[in-house]
C-alpha cells in the first residue's frame, strides 16, 4: 500500500522561500519502475485543485504549471525515495495545501500529468501561508 507523507509547509513572507518534502512508502525499488509519475498540486480556500509540477520518476522529466515556472523546482532523491518541491520568490497568490499525488500508471501526454484525475495516491496536505 502507497501512502505519501507531506512536510515542510509553514508561514513565511512575501519573497521566501520553503522546501516541501513528501515522503513514500510502499513504493520499492521494484515498484518505482512501475510509479511512474509523482507531482504536487495545491488547493486554495474557495478555490479548485490545480496542478503544480510533475516529475516521471523513470526518466526525471518534469512539468510545471506556467504560474510557478522559473519559481518552482520539482526533484527526487530515489534513495529516500522522497519528492521534493522547492519554492522560492513566494507571493500571498501561492498560499494553499499543497498534496503530494503518486500513479502507477502513466497519464500520457504531458497536458495530463498536471490532472488531479490522473493520480490515485495522494497525501494529507501540508499548509503553506504566504504574507505580504
Known amino acids: 500500500q502507497v501512502q505519501l507523507v507531506e512536510s515542510g509547509g509553514g508561514s513565511v513572507q512575501a519573497g521566501g522561500s520553503l522546501t516541501l518534502s513528501c515522503a513514500a512508502s510502499g513504493i520499492t525499488k521494484s515498484t518505482y519502475k512501475v510509479a511512474w509519475f509523482m507531482a504536487w498540486f495545491r488547493q486554495a480556500p474557495g478555490k479548485e485543485r490545480e496542478g503544480v509540477a510533475a516529475i516521471n520518476t523513470f526518466v526525471a522529466r518534469t512539468d510545471y504549471s506556467d504560474f510557478v515556472k522559473g519559481r518552482f523546482t520539482i526533484s527526487q532523491d530515489n534513495a529516500k525515495n522522497t519528492l521534493y518541491l522547492r519554492m522560492s520568490s513566494l507571493t500571498p497568490e501561492d498560499t494553499a495545501m499543497y498534496y503530494c499525488?503518486?500513479?502507477?500508471?502513466?497519464?500520457?501526454?504531458?497536458?495530463?500529468?498536471?490532472?488531479?484525475?490522473?493520480?490515485?495516491?495522494w497525501g494529507q496536505g501540508t499548509q503553506v501561508t504566504v504574507s505580504s
Open positions: 499525488a503518486a500513479t502507477h500508471s502513466n497519464p500520457g501526454a504531458s497536458e495530463y500529468w498536471l490532472r488531479d484525475y490522473s493520480y490515485n495516491y
